[in-house]
């Protein structure tokens, strides 16, 4: 199977790497075009734009980062709509609102070709362990045929119905984890600040109700206020404003999402967009 890929970020790059060993055909377009040469080491061809990208492909993957990336591939000049036609398919894995999903169903459907959204929960290491779970929605025959790919990308993936669910839903579970993110952070300051020893915290919260995954793997570089990113932290903000958004539309109340997205924006402010997201802890310390 011959696949295009569009954005060679932290995720993009470790799901192309995972698509090319698994034996597909793989052709790579980054906007900074030097990021290809690795992938190209490991046999992927490079397209120069996105169109040509769709043009040689089938099937194009994009993983970018905003709505407005996502927006800038497909509509600006040598974007994916130069070249997209009937019998081809385009699937957006990016984290976007459904709006902008729903921009890009409308315009890539006008050219006769298919239209997957299907963001991904999931980090750095279970983008490359092939570990994610993918959140497809839009249309079904397109899923059923990339079903190996996303074999190959994640441990299970979801067919969520009509554009925007899947939108809707990566947005929903990055806003929890983002306020869960907020309040271990507090957590672990209030722990620190109390005089108490914050490993003993970790492995308390570890053995009861509320032990999960996250806490696990990112306490410990926490504590040792160490945040290399694996999801940046410029992302985690953008995933707490999109949806408080959609909370806004449908007049939801989410005071803590709301607040936590408060400190999110004061850590952009103090340049802490690149580090992880739970660099949240470092601006709650300041
Ligand atoms: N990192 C994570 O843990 C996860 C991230 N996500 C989501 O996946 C997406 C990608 O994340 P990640 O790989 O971490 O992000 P990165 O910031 O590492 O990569 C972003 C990618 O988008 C490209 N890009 C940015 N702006 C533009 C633009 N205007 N035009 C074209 N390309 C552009 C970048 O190109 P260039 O190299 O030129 O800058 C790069 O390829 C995001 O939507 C994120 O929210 C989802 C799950 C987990
Ligand atoms: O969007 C990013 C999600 C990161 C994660 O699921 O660990």
Redesign the pocket.
């Known amino acids: 199977m011959e696949v295009g890929f569009?954005?060679?970020?932290?995720?993009?790059?470790a799901m192309a790497i995972n698509l090319l060993r698994s034996g597909f055909k793989v052709t790579v377009w980054?906007?900074?075009l030097s990021?290809c040469d690795d992938l190209a080491e490991l046999g992927a061809s490079i397209g120069t734009t996105p169109s040509a990208v769709i043009k040689k492909c089938k099937y194009t993957i994009a993983?970018?980062?905003?709505p407005?990336?996502a927006l800038?591939?497909v509509f600006d000049k040598d974007g994916v709509l130069e070249q997209i036609s009937n019998g081809k398919g385009y699937i957006d894995?990016?984290?976007?609102d459904d709006e902008t999903s729903t921009k890009i169903f409308m315009a890539i459907s006008k050219k006769g070709a298919s239209f997957l959204e299907a963001?991904?929960?999931?980090?750095?290491k279970p983008?490359e362990n092939g570990q994610?779970v993918i959140l497809a929605a839009g249309d079904q025959e397109l899923y059923n045929e990339m079903v190996p790919a996303f074999d190959v990308l994640g441990k299970k993936s979801f067919f969520l119905g009509e554009v925007g669910n899947g939108a809707k839903m990566?947005l929903v579970v990055?806003m929890i984890m983002g306020s869960m993110m907020h309040a271990f952070s507090e957590g672990l300051v209030l722990a620190g600040e109390s005089g108490l020893d914050q490993q003993t915290l970790l492995d308390v919260l570890d053995l009861g109700a509320i032990a999960n995954p996250m806490f696990r793997m990112k306490g410990p570089a926490m504590i040792q206020q160490s945040y290399p990113?694996?999801?940046?932290l410029?992302?985690?903000q953008?995933?707490m404003r999109l949806a408080l958004a959609l909370s806004d539309e449908i007049h939801v109340p989410m005071p803590v999402a709301a607040a936590a997205n408060e400190t999110f924006k004061k850590a952009r402010r103090l340049d802490m967009g690149d580090l992880d997201f739970s660099a949240v802890h470092k601006a709650i310390n300041q």
Do not use: C, W, Y
């Open positions: 569009l954005g060679l970020g932290i995720m993009g790059k980054n906007r900074t990021k993983m970018l980062s905003d407005e990336a800038s591939v894995m990016s984290t976007v963001p991904v929960s999931g980090s750095k983008a994610l990566k990055n990113p694996a999801f940046p410029k992302h985690q953008k995933d």
